[in-house]
């Protein structure tokens, strides 16, 4: 005992301890540390949002009575301390790379926290710890969604690529089916992108869905208005989740494959607008269902870049 360097209110407690339990019956309920540890009860209540161990006082489920040591006193290291009582937290084919090395308390305080799931951050600011920088979240357009990072990841681990929520193909062309785009689709309307005839997207020759039309590969329907169904563009192929240089999330380089792509320009104008891309000629669209002319501005064709 004589090698801890203890505080007065840690030799008080050391010294007059068993009096104290002696007139305050209520303190046996208090685990030892808080002999020494004094200022520990005070930094618990002040929390909002406690972790049951640490508030049931269960010190020792994670530390050892440390003796002589001035260290932490883990049981265990890293996730293994966590895992002992949550060992469901990290399952999934793609698991977050703090949770895969351990690193629980990069997000979570041990004991408690003003944040619900003991988080020690609250919403984007949790993620933007270490995503902050970076192009992928500072373009000229931005997500309505990007409020909320879980509307759409998962913070531990899933079953879809890149902790998505939800499944969605990143891949450049897929047979459309409404799975693909699962997690798109969550806020946003399956018929609006389907329905062949609609006027519930913005995308649309009058009422010739053109959101239909492209994820579905460009077919039309036949006499019997059964859309054959070929391969299509994918959301992800037009579109960029977090933000974006063009209009309506638009990407500027149509999805590459390997080293090849195709510049994409979109140019809108209040009936509709015009795509310059390497797919088509220049190509305009007008929800009042006049033949637009293709504006000049747009009239540069789309042009192949190879890195
Ligand atoms: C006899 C007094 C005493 C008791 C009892 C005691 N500690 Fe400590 N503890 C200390 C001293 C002294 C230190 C050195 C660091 C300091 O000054 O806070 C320390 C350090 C620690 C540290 C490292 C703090 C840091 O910032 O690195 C942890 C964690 C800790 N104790 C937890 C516990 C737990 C949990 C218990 C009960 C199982 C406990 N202690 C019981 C006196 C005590
Ligand atoms: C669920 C596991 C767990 C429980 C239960 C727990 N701790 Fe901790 N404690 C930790 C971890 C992990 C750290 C290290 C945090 C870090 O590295 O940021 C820590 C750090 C500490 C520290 C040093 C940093 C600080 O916050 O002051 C003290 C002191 C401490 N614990 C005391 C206690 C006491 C006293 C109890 C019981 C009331 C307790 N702990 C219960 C996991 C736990
Ligand atoms: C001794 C068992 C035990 C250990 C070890 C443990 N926990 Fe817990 N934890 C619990 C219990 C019990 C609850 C409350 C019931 C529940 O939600 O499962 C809980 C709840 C949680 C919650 C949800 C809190 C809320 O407000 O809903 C989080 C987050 C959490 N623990 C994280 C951790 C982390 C991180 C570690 C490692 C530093 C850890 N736990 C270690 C027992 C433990
Ligand atoms: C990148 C940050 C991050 C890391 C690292 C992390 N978590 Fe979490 N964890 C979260 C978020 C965010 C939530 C809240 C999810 C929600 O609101 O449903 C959470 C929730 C939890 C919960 C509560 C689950 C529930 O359904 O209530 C537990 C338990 C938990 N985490 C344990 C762990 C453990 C154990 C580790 C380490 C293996 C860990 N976490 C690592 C961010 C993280
Ligand atoms: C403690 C640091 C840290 C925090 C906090 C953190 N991340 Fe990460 N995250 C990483 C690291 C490291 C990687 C892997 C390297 C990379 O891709 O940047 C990663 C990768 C990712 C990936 C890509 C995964 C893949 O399979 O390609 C996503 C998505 C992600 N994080 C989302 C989030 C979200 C959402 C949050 C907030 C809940 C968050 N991150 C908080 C460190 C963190
Ligand atoms: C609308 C859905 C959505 C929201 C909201 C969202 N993401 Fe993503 N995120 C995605 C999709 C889809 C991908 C895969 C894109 C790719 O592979 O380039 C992705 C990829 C990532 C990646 C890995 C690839 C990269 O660009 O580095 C990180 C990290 C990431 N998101 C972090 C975040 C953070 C942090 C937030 C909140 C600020 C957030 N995301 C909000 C859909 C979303
Ligand atoms: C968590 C909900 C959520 C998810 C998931 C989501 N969005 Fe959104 N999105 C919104 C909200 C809210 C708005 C703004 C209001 C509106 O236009 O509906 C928006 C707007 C948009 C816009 C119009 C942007 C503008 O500048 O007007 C596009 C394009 C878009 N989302 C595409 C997508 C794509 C592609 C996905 C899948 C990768 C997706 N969204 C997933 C919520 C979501
Ligand atoms: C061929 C490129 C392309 C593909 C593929 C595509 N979009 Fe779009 N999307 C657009 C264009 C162009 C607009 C702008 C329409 C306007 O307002 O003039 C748009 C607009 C939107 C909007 C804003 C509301 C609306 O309907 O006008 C949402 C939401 C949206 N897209 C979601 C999706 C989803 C979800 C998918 C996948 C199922 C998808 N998009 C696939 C090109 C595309």
Redesign the pocket.
């Known amino acids: 005992m004589a090698t801890r360097r203890l505080t007065a209110a840690g030799w008080a407690a050391v010294l007059f301890g068993v009096g104290v339990l002696a007139v305050a019956p209520a303190r046996a309920e208090e685990p030892f540390c808080f002999d020494c540890h004094d200022d520990f009860p005070g930094k618990m209540k002040a929390f909002a949002v406690k972790h049951d161990p640490a508030a049931g006082g269960e010190c020792t489920a994670c530390h050892l009575d440390h003796k002589d040591e001035e260290k932490l006193m883990l049981v265990k290291e890293g996730a293994a301390l966590c895992l002992e009582c949550h060992d469901d937290v990290a399952q999934g084919t793609?698991v977050?790379?703090?949770v895969k090395d351990g690193?629980c308390t990069?997000?979570h305080n041990p004991h408690g926290s003003a944040n619900k799931k003991l988080l020690v951050a609250a919403g984007t600011a949790?993620?933007e710890?270490?995503?902050a920088g970076g192009t992928e979240f500072k373009r000229k357009v931005t997500h309505a969604a990007i409020d909320d990072?879980?509307g759409c990841?998962l913070?531990h681990a899933s079953g879809n690529?890149?902790?998505l929520a939800k499944n969605l193909v990143l891949d450049r062309l897929s047979l459309f089916d409404p799975k693909d785009a699962e997690l798109c689709l969550d806020c946003h309307d399956l018929d609006a992108v389907t329905k062949t005839q609609t006027e519930d997207t913005g995308f649309r020759m009058g009422a010739v869905n053109l959101h239909a039309l492209h994820i579905n590969g460009g077919a039309a329907p036949n006499k019997y208005g059964i859309v054959k169904k070929k391969e299509g563009q994918t959301c992800f192929a037009c579109h960029l989740p977090h933000t974006a240089d063009q209009a309506m999330l638009l990407r500027t380089e149509y999805q590459c494959t390997g080293t090849f792509c195709y510049t994409m320009r979109f140019v809108p104008n209040e009936k509709g607008g015009t795509c310059v891309v390497g797919c088509h000629k220049p190509r305009t669209y007008s929800r009042d269902g006049q033949d637009p002319s293709t504006t000049a501005e747009a009239s540069s064709a789309g042009r192949p870049i190879t890195r």
């Open positions: 793609s977050h790379a703090p690193k990069a997000c949790l993620c710890k270490c995503h990072c879980s990841h913070p690529k890149r902790l």
